[in-house]
T-cell receptor, first 111, second 112 residues
Framework: DAKTTQPPSMDCAEGRAANLPCNHS???????VYWYRQIHSQGPQYIIH???NNETNEMASLIITEDRKSSTLILPHATLRDTAVYYC????????????FGTGTRLTIIP | DADVTQTPRNRITKTGKRIMLECSQT?????MYWYRQDPGLGLRLIYY???????NKGEISDGYSVSRQAQAKFSLSLESAIPNQTALYFC???????????FGPGTRLTVL
């Protein structure tokens, strides 16, 4: 699986959009970008994933650059409950379902 | 009721003791995983199972063993616990047709 690089921490004002970057310059053609988050010490929660097109669901949007070497997770209207550690993970879609977690980005939503 | 449950939620044990952590799921998923998390670090995969007859080592399997008793149950054992196995342990499940993993609430294990 390709290695990812994320900033260790970020702050965002409540109600504003939170933009979390992830670099994955060694991503290969069959690897997807996945995002999970972990609130306090709870089990991680799946957020979204994508291959090359931008994706949106009820939780977030995922923007992947055209060269696929980086991506941004967008929480459109951050709330205090979005305070968590966010993990960007790159892996193949089928055949290897292991998740390799890095240290992620600790996002703090400020009232 | 939670889809993925873990027991116990907290456990304190002594060095050298055998301990088993249990995971059950009602999601009907065929794939199950055990991870550990140390303070300030991401999760690391210990073992995973793609079906009842399939067991695979993860990146940090030494000192651990697992048993897949049924599709819905996946147990993690520490045959002789040591202090550096003090950590937060998570069980997860996934479906072979989808790609997101669903995590249990975690077991906080302390080895004295």
């Amino acid at each position: 699986d390709a290695k990812t690089t994320q900033p260790p921490s970020m702050d965002c004002a409540e109600g504003r959009a939170a933009n979390l970057p992830c670099n994955h310059s060694t991503i290969s053609g069959n690897e997807y970008v996945y995002w999970y988050r972990q609130i306090h010490s709870q089990g991680p929660q799946y957020i979204i994933h994508g291959l090359k097109n931008n994706e949106t669901n009820e939780m977030a949007s995922l923007i992947i650059t055209e060269d696929r070497k980086s991506s941004t997770l967008i929480l459109p209207h951050a709330t205090l409950r979005d305070t968590a550690v966010y993990y960007c993970i790159v892996r193949v879609h089928f055949g290897n379902e292991k998740l390799t977690f890095g240290t992620g980005t600790r996002l703090t939503i400020i009232p | 009721d939670a889809d993925v449950t873990q027991t116990p939620r907290n456990r304190i044990t002594k060095t050298g003791k055998r301990i088993m952590l249990e995971c059950s799921q009602t999601k009907g998923h065929d794939r199950m995983y055990w991870y550990r998390q140390d303070p300030g670090l991401g999760l690391r995969l210990i073992y995973y199972s793609f079906d009842v007859k399939d067991i695979n080592k993860g990146e940090i399997s030494d000192g651990y063993s697992v048993s897949r008793q049924a599709q819905a149950k996946f147990s993690l054992s520490l045959e002789s616990a040591i202090p550096n196995q003090t950590a937060l342990y998570f069980c997860a499940t996934s479906d072979s047709n989808r790609n997101e993993q669903f995590f249990g609430p975690g077991t906080r294990l302390t080895v004295l």
